[in-house]
């Protein structure tokens, strides 16, 4: 994993260009580490909002998640989003980083700044060093790099989730 920002190390922070086998085997063991039962729990319960200009991205996560259980929701914008009706029933944000009019770093800071403490995984074609830094000071579940592997985006989406339904806004 990369080096932490303002003392906050994420579990996953897919922007490795080459993997180790120790990582693969790390992320896969994470990814299956659920059991049956809570995987079903998550899943079942979860309204993950997919907000990206790419239309190829959101039907492509529209069917990853969708596959894995959950209610999914996407977005072609961040206003759209934050105008939708699914706002306060969503239990994760995967956020482009990079959008025409709002990026996903100004939705995270308008859902905050509105009292919503939903889990946010941002994704981005463009993942500099700069990018990921600020990603890692503001506390996203993940930050991935587009290409990136559904197996590890699933066990992010599962950990975040799990961590914001132990917490106090569960």
């Known amino acids: 994993?990369?080096?932490?920002?303002?003392?906050?190390?994420p579990k996953y922070?897919?922007?490795?260009?080459s993997y180790t086998r120790t990582l693969q085997l790390a992320?896969?063991?994470?990814?299956?580490?659920?059991?049956?039962?809570?995987?079903?729990?998550?899943?079942?319960?979860?309204?993950?909002?997919?907000?990206?200009?790419d239309?190829?991205?959101?039907a492509a996560l529209d069917n990853l998640l969708k596959s894995q259980g959950h209610?999914?929701?996407?977005?072609?914008?961040?206003?759209?989003?934050?105008?939708?009706?699914?706002?306060?029933?969503?239990?994760?944000v995967i956020a482009d980083v990079?959008?025409?009019?709002?990026?996903g770093f100004e939705l995270l800071e308008q859902m905050r700044a509105q009292g919503h403490?939903?889990?946010f995984i941002l994704i981005t074609a463009f993942a500099d060093d700069r990018?990921?830094?600020?990603?890692?000071?503001?506390?996203?579940s993940g930050f991935f790099a587009k290409p990136f592997a559904g197996l590890e985006l699933i066990a992010c989406l599962d950990e975040a989730l799990r961590e914001h339904r132990g917490g106090t806004d569960a």
């Open 27 to 53: 992320v896969m063991h994470s990814a299956t580490a659920l059991t049956q039962l809570e995987r079903v729990v998550l899943s079942r319960y979860s309204t993950v909002s997919v907000v990206d200009d």
């Open 117 to 119: 403490a939903a889990p």
């Open 131 to 140: 990018t990921r830094a600020r990603a890692l000071s503001v506390g996203v």
């Open 13 to 17: 922070d897919f922007t490795i260009s």
């Open 98 to 103: 990079q959008m025409p009019t709002m990026s």
């Open 71 to 92: 209610i999914v929701h996407t977005f072609a914008s961040a206003e759209d989003f934050l105008r939708s009706s699914q706002l306060n029933d969503t239990s994760c």
């Open 1 to 9: 994993m990369g080096p932490t920002v303002s003392g906050y190390k």
């Open 55 to 58: 239309p190829s991205i959101r």
